[in-house]
């Protein structure tokens, strides 16, 4: 099992969508980091916004009413409270030049503010500074006097004190923008906010949108993948029928272009295949047709001779001129065969075949296994098999037939116990009219075409024959049947 599909549609479907994997994360990423951004942003300036509302109602309100003006416009997350001291270091020269500062300073014109203090993100400030009267708790809560002493009453959470919402927010956001107005009659308006709790990045609603989209551009990619890539599949499995010896029909022009091209290609081929065979068949009918009638004649006029031994041998050549006119044409006829491709149980065709030859008196044997499904023409298939044990009972006296299923393949062996044949002639033997009379029985018969014939067969079912010695004595001959394959 591989996780990396092998298919030309599995491929391109795997890679959009790693493709369209990472788009989403990059953009996701870039989309948080800027939402983050934009909330803070925003929270900054509702703050700015509240604290100059808040100068211009304590410079309307009367003193006695300031306590509860600030105790109303405090909230969860930002705490305002008068002092007489700035919660902002004014020693520092960077509270006075962030941008931050400028903006407030601005909004504040007019309203009779004195100074104008600002510090951005420094939490450890917040600890360098005395405890303010109504400054709240989770302030200053770690702040030690200089003999190591709590200034307040409270624990390190405050639990003493209340205010468990600042304890928690303290707890868990740091300090984000700490502001100090003086105002006119020298009070300070300190103001501290914390970070708005983050909005969770992953929210339902999120993933269900993101589930939802990844979902459609799969099945858009799917579609269209298959789609492009359906004429490849449809010529994959032709040219694996054609390999096979099955009749090909002409594959529809779709798909992209340079797929139409190559499908009318592969048309072109099978026509031109089919008009080579038909014209060599036809032509051989012609020589069939034209020898056998000089041969029929010279056998009516052997008749005649009166000597018996002439007549006898004229005779026996006729019946071997006639003989390898026959097999000539059995074996040039086989590529135009037209027996159509079925299926058929692979095991119980040879076992019909060896009981046959059994039956006839040959020492045959087949070895049980199991079922083998198997699509192919089964009258040649037949003939091809009969020739290769013929072969093995004619010059090894006995045939024991094997059937093993390889996965891909099936394979067919076939032992005798003859002589064996050189290594240099076992590709040989299967040349056309070949008899090695020097390496095998003398009383051979035949044309040399068996083997020829049987090894047409099986490559025109896309499989192939081999011979090779065996180490205990005899000839083996391996045959290699492939399975039809399921393409896409």
Known sequence: MRPWPRSLAGQTIAL???ALVAVQAISLYLFLDERRHAVRAADRAQVLSRTVSMVRLLGETPPELSRRL???????RLRYWLAGASAVDPEDTAHRNNPLRARLADRLRGTGAREVLVEVDNPSFRYAVKRQEGMPRWWHHEHRDDDGHDDDEENEFGERHGEPEWRD?????PLSLTIAVQLQDGRWLNAATLLPPPAPAWAWHTLTWLGLMAVAVTLIVVLSVRRITRPMRALAGAAERLGRGEDVPPLPDEGPDDVRQTTQAFNEMVERLHRFVRDRTRMLAAISHDLRTPITSLRLRAEFVEDPEVREK?????AEM????EAVLAFVREDAAREDSRPVELQALIASLCDDLADGGQDVALAESGKAPYQCRPVALKRALNNVIANALAYGARARVALADLGQSYEIT???DGPGIPEADLERVFEPFLRLEVSRSRETGGTGLGLAIARSIFRGHGGDIALSNRAGGGLRATILLPKSRQVG
């Open 414 to 416: 076939v032992d005798d």
């Open 16 to 18: 959009l969508l790693l």
């Open 70 to 76: 600030i105790e109303t416009a405090s909230g969860p």
């Open 322 to 325: 006639q003989e390898m006119v």
């Open 314 to 318: 004229i005779l026996e050549t006729l």
């Open 169 to 173: 927010h303290r707890r868990r956001f």
